[in-house]
């Protein structure tokens, strides 16, 4: 559910009440040339500062971090400095800050990253207004680093079992102060890599709620250029997959056998587990793999379900299992595929089953099974969805598409709507494809009916055999390329479109909400995306009008906008009145009828209306007015072509409806010309 954008409705007690207070806990050792970066994110913060309190604590630096802490804290009052002897880790100044704050929310920044200048304004606005113990803000990588996680979604309650959240357990994040003392979470202290992992596991776990903001990025997680990042340190293996199986024993003991902790357990595999089993693997001599092999064996034995064997990747899968079978020698194979040639690329096989090209596949010397290889599911369409516009009535859509290690053969556009589907096929060429799609022979040949179709590409790729072979076939759905700006129409605005027999429709494009997902709403009667968004009209008069009665009013050459009249009771006009209204109408057919009409809560009055006709479907309506029957009218505009017909509101260059106030006149006169 979307956090509202009003700064006020997210404050539960109203908008008066005091906005909580954030500490923001920095642990700095030798960091000086990113502080500028990252403290200077907090000093930017558009929360008021007097809601701001940050602690640095530097975990004894030896490269000036010290002294600039120091001179900072003397130009901001919020800031607090505390200094320690060098304690291995991040733990411990992380803990030295936790018990200094007095916020109401305490966040931890890594003194290598960056906040947005409105992440702590919209977490803590968050926390406030979905009572959270925990808020996670979108995450983007930087610097050749990448994010944990990808958050495209606000929710104001996620569950650990059923969303991306368990993936990202470092500390940047937003907890509540109280609710970490309450359960007395503190970080381990002395460890370089993985310090957060139990601190981050036990929180999530305990949360009564867990929140995501994701309408922006809120931290910048950045990578060093001197390679120094915790992760790409020396470490023990050995001890360090001890310490790990320590920390899942904890995982265990919280969540009981099952599906629940599966899903946990593959994230571990993927994120503690398995990651030693790299370059730093091939690093060591065979005793050494020997050994970290034996450390890891346990973890596999005690966590390595079937369940989460299917759910790694074949790279992963491979290592798993030559880990629980003993087979070192097929582990080190795999390792040095990955880690530098590469494995051969996959493989669409006879029984329709895709393959990764590690080594050892069928191998009848080897005890490496078929479905450690498997990588069918995981093969998704990757596409983009290049341009979308419209030539007269006919939307042509152009963007690029493949599977993965197989790339594709055939391209079909798909129109899905309330269990029908239409299927158009595309131009297919070295990955780029492109469409048309008519209204009027759509569906199978015959017009598209009224309603809103989804848009999805589906490609298809064959084996060595072609179309009388296995073939492998995936769809998506398409999502406009924002990033691929046209400068032309995008084809976004409501049109008129011709459907043949069935007649004129409007028709719109639109983005879904919240994933983006092309739809077209192609509608006769209604009008949910009502056409004419920029028609916007004016009064003009000629001359002068008197009134009669108790007051007197002398009406301006050109009338203000809105055009209500502010008149007396009984008004004789003794000047002309035009109605000018302009509008772009895309797709209008030549023979289409455009009047202006004057409507009141009972009565529709058709004035005598000309039309002009400029480039970009831009059109210009006039009527000439001599007199008119008494009342409040509002203006609108009728187009009519065929059975199709739309009434558009007129509105003032302010966004107003137009409304002309008319005291007295000749009704009958007026009505005679407008018949005529």
């Not at 069935?502 to 192609?522: E, K, W």
């Amino acid at each position: 559910m979307p956090v509202p954008s009003d700064p006020a409705a997210v404050v539960p007690a109203g908008s008066h009440a005091p906005a909580p207070t954030v500490s923001v806990i920095v642990p700095v050792h030798n960091t000086r040339r990113y502080l500028d970066r990252s403290l200077g994110s907090v000093f930017a913060q558009t929360l008021d500062r007097r809601h701001i309190e940050v602690i640095a604590v530097d975990d004894g630096s030896t490269d000036g971090s010290a002294e600039w802490l120091a001179a900072q804290a003397r130009r901001h009052p919020h800031l607090t400095v505390l200094r320690q002897e060098a304690s291995g880790g991040a733990g411990k100044p992380r803990n030295a800050g936790l018990a200094r704050a007095t916020g109401d929310y305490v966040f931890f920044l890594d003194s290598d990253d960056r906040l947005d200048p409105e992440a702590l304004f919209w977490l803590t606005r968050t926390a406030q207004k979905c009572r959270s113990d925990i808020v996670y803000g979108r995450i983007a990588g930087a610097d050749g680093r990448a994010a944990p996680i990808d958050l495209r979604t606000t929710s104001e309650q996620v569950s650990v079992f059923d969303s991306p959240v368990y993936w990202s357990l470092a500390a940047y994040k937003l907890f509540r102060r109280s609710f970490l003392e309450d359960h007395r979470l503190r970080f381990v202290e002395g460890r370089l890599l993985a310090e957060d992992l139990p601190f981050g596991i036990t929180a999530l776990l305990r949360a009564d709620v867990v929140s995501v903001f994701a309408e922006r990025t809120c931290y910048y997680l950045h990578g060093r250029d001197d390679q120094s990042n915790a992760s790409r340190q020396d470490t023990d293996w050995c001890e360090y997959l001890g310490y790990i199986g320590t920390v899942l024993d904890g995982v265990a003991a919280a969540v009981p056998p099952g599906a629940n902790r599966d899903k946990l357990m593959v994230r571990h595999f993927h994120g503690e587990i398995l990651m030693p089993f790299g370059a730093p693997f091939l690093a060591r001599n065979p005793a050494g793999r020997t050994a970290m092999a034996a450390a890891a064996r346990p973890l596999v034995e005690r966590y390595l379900t079937d369940r989460v064997l299917a759910a790694l990747p074949p790279g992963l899968r491979l290592r798993a299992h030559c880990l629980r079978a003993g087979l070192d020698d097929e582990l080190t194979a795999v390792v040095r595929a990955d880690t530098e040639a590469g494995p051969q690329p996959p493989h669409l096989d006879d029984d329709g089953r895709v393959y990764a090209g590690y080594p050892y596949f069928r191998d009848p010397g080897r005890a490496l099974p078929d479905a450690c290889y498997d990588l069918t599911d995981r093969v998704v369409l990757r596409q983009r969805l290049i341009r979308q516009h419209w030539v007269g009535g006919v939307l042509h859509l152009r963007g690029t598409a493949a599977l993965p290690w197989l790339g594709g053969d055939t391209v079909e556009i798909l129109l899905r709507r309330a269990g029908t589907t239409h299927r158009v096929p595309a131009r297919y060429a070295d990955g780029a494809w492109r469409a048309v799609v008519d209204p009027a022979t759509a569906a199978d040949g015959g017009p598209l009916a009224d309603g809103v179709w989804g848009f999805k590409i589906a490609v298809t790729a064959y084996g060595p055999d072609g179309a009388a072979g296995p073939a492998l076939r995936r769809e998506a759905w398409l999502v406009p390329d924002d990033d691929a700006a046209d400068g032309g129409d995008t084809g976004f605005a409501p049109r008129i479109v011709g459907r043949g027999q069935a007649g004129p429709a409007a028709a719109a494009l639109f983005r879904s909400r919240p994933h983006g997902h092309l739809h077209l709403d192609l509608n006769r009667d209604g009008a949910r995306r009502p056409l004419g968004a920029d028609l916007r009209g004016t009064a003009d008069r000629t001359g002068a009008g008197r009134a009669t009665g108790a007051g007197r009013a002398i009406l301006p050459a050109r009338l203000p906008l809105p055009a209500r009249l502010p008149l007396p009771a009984r008004l004789t006009l003794t000047a002309r009145l035009t109605l000018t209204a302009q509008l772009t109408l895309p797709g209008c057919p030549v023979d289409a009828e455009l009047r202006l009409l004057l409507q009141d809560g009972t009565r529709t009055v058709a004035l005598r209306t000309t039309v002009e006709r400029a480039a970009r479907d831009r059109y210009t309506v006039r009527s000439l007015l001599r007199g008119g029957p008494p009342g409040t009218w509002r203006v609108a505009l009728r187009v009519t072509a065929g059975p199709f017909r739309r009434e558009l509101p007129v509105r003032t260059a302010g966004g107003q409806q137009l409304t002309l106030t008319v005291p007295g006149g000749s009704p009958a006169g007026l009505l005679r010309r407008a018949r005529r």
